[in-house]
């Protein structure tokens, strides 16, 4: 069986950190008042190639959502697909200092992740 080799381009189009289960918090607190989308996947995982190669072609709409990006190789990262409990990949959460917003699994296209940005941004409390 033949590696699926890691296309790194999306982490470098959108600026995603990489994290681990050590500096994930850190990271999130540094995120300040941005919306922030840890990007969860896995090696040799066919669905996270895609759903990159996906938002590699819509870069604009992608960048337009306003997001903090991070992403994680849970495969390498154990500990945070525990945390998290998921049961596959891809996976986005939205976090808002700190606080898990939402989740989206899976990429159904871009309106369906458009759509999980708006609703863990509308989760977000107002301030005066």
């Not at 033949?2 to 470098?12: E, L, N, Q, R």
């Not at 500096?23 to 941005?34: I, K, N, P, T, V």
């Not at 040799?44 to 709409?61: G, Q, S, T, V």
Request: glycine share 8%; hydrophobic share 50%.
């Amino acid at each position: 069986m033949t590696a699926i080799p890691v296309d790194a381009t999306a982490f470098a189009v959108f600026d995603m950190q990489e994290v681990s289960g050590a500096s994930l918090d850190a990271a999130l607190a540094g995120a300040g008042d941005e919306l922030a989308v840890v990007f969860f996947w896995g090696l040799d995982c066919f669905n996270c190639e895609i759903a990159k190669k996906a938002m590699l072609a819509r870069p604009d709409a992608i960048h337009a959502l306003g997001l903090r990006w991070f992403h994680s190789n849970v495969y390498e990262h154990r500990e945070l697909g525990r945390r998290f409990l998921l049961h596959g990949v891809p996976t986005w959460f939205f976090f808002f200092r700190g606080k898990q917003l939402g989740r989206a699994t899976g990429w159904h296209g871009f309106a369906q992740f458009e759509a999980a940005v708006a609703a863990a941004r509308a989760k977000i409390p107002a301030t005066d």
